[in-house]
């Protein structure tokens, strides 16, 4: 249930970016749902090897470089989603970056406000070990 509310707060995340970032455009929201699977798939397969690829730079800047290979990845979605003729496209680079940050942030607080966090252990000191002789 968890997955796929995930994934449809990544669609809707991606409605929000289309509405905000300029190059970018979407069709029907059902388009937009399969977008939030293929992207779910570029960044598992995709995203992770460029991650791995890239490490230095990603540790020299602290993390942000990962930005920019989220962008390239969101712009590949774009153009592979395009060839599928899914009605979702991506201008450039800088719509990518953009609309990768957008959609991102947008699905980040919804999974925030409506997903439940695991339970927690309750708080107190840890129980006691009796040690048997």
Known sequence: MTTLLRFLFSAIGLLVACSFVPGLGHGTFL??????????????TVGTFLKLIALVPMACSLGCFSLVINGLVFWLAGTL?????????????????????????????LGAIFIPKDRQRPQGPPPRIKVVN
């Open 31 to 44: 388009d937009l749902l399969i977008v939030a699977v293929i992207l779910a798939a570029l960044n598992t």
């Open 81 to 109: 989603s395009a060839k599928l003729g899914l009605n979702f496209t991506v201008s450039g680079f800088w719509a990518g970056f953009f609309g990768a940050l957008v959609s991102s942030l947008i699905a980040s607080i």
